[in-house]
């Protein structure tokens, strides 16, 4: 369903590639983790799928959709939820949903009741007409997480969704995560929680260099690694421990 073929991107004025002729494969109904130390080039690759930024080369499809010629079809078919609050802090979480819901073509009735539905899921019906400015990192997450989903996409890109919450907001959101998924949404997601993509994600991609060095299901990346436990041990064998500053 999404099919990545040799996909790169050079930032203006960079000397190196972020992304460099990635290749991957994932499947309808799958939860796929792209992990990655920073820098590696998850948001860079999901910008790129997500159609906010230009490839330098390489193409890819979703639902056999081309980013060059369908862009308009494919952007109604995702979801983005990035990595920074896209919300507007002045507004309420309703006025904020109402917003990009609309965004989405969706209005009425409809748009309210689906907006209820899912503040209510989230655990947020009380702050409805509140103003977001207000609002714990837990919860402008869980607004910004509805925003993407008010229109029901086949795909849904994640970048970082639970980085910053509490374990209850964590909860919450990753149970609403795998509703969606059990109700046919693709989830594509990148986070530096290990343990959670361990038990969250289908596969998973480890991205290093703008490359993928390792694929597969969690629990045979582990049992295939020597002295791995967990999805932590096999990433830091596959990625090294040194540090990833870079300014
Ligand atoms: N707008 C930009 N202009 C130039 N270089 C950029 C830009 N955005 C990202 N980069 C560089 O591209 C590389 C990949 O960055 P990217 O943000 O995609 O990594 P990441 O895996 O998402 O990292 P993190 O886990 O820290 O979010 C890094 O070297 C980064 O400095």
Do not use: W
């Not at 990545?4 to 000397?15: P, T, V, W």
């Not at 193409?59 to 369908?70: G, K, M, V, W």
């Not at 964590?170 to 986070?191: A, D, M, P, Q, W």
């Amino acid at each position: 369903m999404i099919q990545i073929n040799q996909l790169s991107k050079k930032y203006k004025g960079a000397d190196t590639f972020s992304v460099f002729e990635l290749n991957l494969q994932i499947e309808e109904g799958e939860i796929f983790g792209l992990l990655g130390p920073n820098g590696a080039g998850k948001t860079t690759l999901i910008s790129m799928l997500c159609s906010l930024l230009k490839p330098t080369s390489g193409s890819f499809t979703i639902n056999d959709l081309n980013f060059r010629d369908q862009k308009k079809q494919l952007k109604q078919l995702i979801g983005i939820v990035p990595q920074e609050y896209a919300l507007y802090p002045a507004l309420t979480a309703y006025e904020n949903l109402y917003y990009f819901g609309s965004m989405y073509g969706l209005t009425g009735e409809p748009l309210k009741n689906t907006i209820y539905d899912h503040l209510k899921i989230m655990g947020l019906s009380r702050f409805a007409n509140k103003r977001v400015a207000n609002f714990s990192g837990g919860m402008k997450r869980r607004v910004n997480l509805i925003a993407s989903i008010l229109h029901n996409p086949k795909v849904l890109f994640l970048d970082e969704p639970t980085v910053g919450v509490d374990v209850q907001s964590k909860n919450v959101i990753i149970g609403h995560l795998e509703e969606l998924n059990r109700s046919g949404t693709t989830l594509v997601y990148s986070s530096h929680h290990l343990n959670e993509a361990e038990n969250f994600c289908t596969r998973v991609a480890i991205i290093d260099h703008g490359r993928v060095i390792c694929m597969g299901e969690p629990g045979v990346l582990i049992a295939n690694q020597k002295n791995a436990h967990n999805l932590e041990d096999v990433f830091l064998s596959k990625t090294g421990k040194a540090l990833r500053d870079h300014a």
